[in-house]
């Protein structure tokens, strides 16, 4: 049955009444009774983007009030989403990083300001046959410096080739060349081989990344092969008002599996936990920028290293 211009009004002003509370029902009530009158009053409206489409008719102020409760309850939803998840996961970098946050733990430790880079490429072998679409390549090169940026810590390579088991998860194998600058003597080279699994995938927290490595690990200063098992959690989170740019949070755990002649001892090696902000610029280029704490467990002095964390990603 067709509604009245006077009896629009009246569900108007009942729909203002409860627009400031817009309890979660709201909206899904309130945008298929504004449809409902969308012949009388001469609209359009996209269900999908909560917007309107055209207005048509004189009762402009009639939609007026119902146009911000779309907005308002587009808004709502968004925030009922995101935060809960963004504490969700700021609250995984912060756990993880509390079996170091007492003072006990701190008594005895040594700090430093660090800067880190991170270039990494990768893509898949489809360019070169379209059978080859699921083998993937990867190529990584990480200058690390301390002293605020002032000294030469690190350079690390790491080519690998992977091969996509599914749309979601991907077998890798690679090799490492390690360069470390001591602040005392000579530098140092380590080789590494390495595999890893990774699973990547949307989850109601955002884009979620698991990522499990196995390294072999020789050091020039030595002889024996030391063996590190590495586990990361990573969320890549849009903000709803700039999809482009997002909040990235990670941590990673480190163990030695055996204990070598050239200092790695077995059990816990280090953990490292990052907070920060991703722009994807093209569908090829993505940057990311934060904070990065490094907590390293030593024989002596345990280590807590401060880093801004640098990382530019091409995808081909």
Same mark, same amino acid.
């Given at each position: 049955?067709?509604?009245?211009?006077?009896?629009?009004?009246?569900?108007?002003?009942?729909?203002?009444?409860? $627009?400031?509370?817009?309890?979660?029902?709201?909206?899904?009530?309130? !945008?298929?009774?504004?449809?409902?009158?969308?012949? #009388?009053?001469?609209?359009?409206?996209?269900?999908?983007?909560?917007?309107?489409?055209? $207005?048509?008719?004189?009762?402009?102020?009639?939609?007026?009030?119902?146009? $911000?409760?779309? *907005?308002?309850?587009?808004?709502?939803?968004?925030?009922?989403?995101?935060?809960?998840? !963004? &504490?969700?996961?700021?609250?995984?970098?912060?756990?993880?990083?509390?079996?170091?946050?007492?003072?006990?733990?701190?008594?005895?430790?040594?700090?430093?300001? =660090? #800067?880190?880079?991170?270039?990494?490429?990768?893509?898949?072998?489809?360019?070169?046959?379209?059978?080859?679409?699921?083998? =993937?390549?990867?190529?990584?090169?990480?200058?690390?410096?301390?002293?605020?940026?002032?000294?030469?810590?690190? +350079? +690390?390579?790491?080519?690998?080739?992977? &091969?996509? +088991? /599914?749309?979601?998860?991907?077998?890798?194998?690679?090799?490492?060349?390690?360069?470390? *600058?001591?602040?005392?003597?000579?530098?140092?080279?380590?080789?590494?081989?390495?595999?890893? *699994?990774?699973?990547?995938?949307?989850?109601?927290?955002?884009?979620?990344?698991? =990522?499990?490595?196995?390294? $072999?690990?020789?050091?020039?200063?030595?002889?024996? /092969?030391?063996?590190?098992?590495?586990?990361?959690?990573?969320?890549?989170?849009?903000?709803?008002?700039?999809?482009?740019?997002?909040?990235?949070?990670?941590?990673?755990?480190?163990?030695?599996?055996?204990?070598?002649?050239?200092?790695?001892?077995?059990?816990?090696?280090?953990?490292?936990?990052?907070?920060?902000?991703? @722009?994807?610029?093209?569908?090829?280029?993505?940057?990311?920028?934060? @904070? +990065?704490?490094? *907590?390293?467990?030593?024989?002596?002095?345990?280590?807590?290293?401060?880093?801004?964390?640098?990382?530019?990603? !091409?995808?081909?």
């Amino acid at each position: 049955m067709p509604i009245s211009v006077a009896e629009s009004r009246g569900a108007m002003r009942e729909r203002r009444d409860v $627009q400031d509370s817009a309890p979660k029902d709201v909206c899904d009530k309130v !945008l298929p009774a504004i449809s409902s009158n969308a012949g #009388l009053m001469g609209v359009i409206i996209d269900h999908e983007h909560r917007t309107l489409l055209r $207005q048509s008719s004189p009762t402009k102020g009639i939609l007026m009030m119902p146009m $911000q409760m779309i *907005y308002h309850c587009s808004i709502m939803r968004s925030a009922r989403s995101f935060f809960p998840s !963004l &504490y969700l996961v700021i609250a995984m970098v912060v756990c993880s990083l509390m079996p170091f946050a007492s003072p006990t733990a701190w008594a005895d430790d040594a700090d430093d300001f =660090r #800067l880190w880079g991170n270039v990494t490429a990768r893509g898949n072998f489809g360019i070169i046959d379209s059978d080859l679409k699921r083998w =993937r390549w990867w190529m990584e090169v990480q200058p690390r410096s301390r002293e605020s940026g002032k000294e030469m810590d690190q +350079l +690390l390579i790491r080519p690998g080739i992977g &091969y996509a +088991l /599914t749309d979601h998860s991907t077998v890798w194998i690679g090799y490492a060349h390690v360069t470390n *600058y001591p602040a005392v003597g000579d530098e140092i080279v380590e080789n590494r081989l390495w595999q890893q *699994y990774t699973w990547s995938g949307p989850t109601f927290l955002g884009a979620f990344t698991s =990522r499990t490595r196995f390294e $072999q690990r020789w050091q020039e200063n030595g002889d024996d /092969t030391g063996g590190r098992f590495r586990q990361m959690f990573k969320f890549n989170w849009p903000f709803w008002f700039h999809p482009a740019a997002s909040f990235v949070a990670w941590d990673e755990m480190f163990v030695h599996l055996n204990t070598t002649d050239w200092g790695a001892r077995q059990g816990f090696d280090q953990n490292r936990g990052f907070a920060g902000l991703g @722009y994807r610029w093209t569908p090829q280029i993505l940057t990311e920028v934060g @904070y +990065l704490n490094q *907590y390293i467990n030593t024989a002596n002095t345990d280590r807590m290293n401060h880093i801004l964390s640098l990382n530019l990603f !091409l995808d081909f």
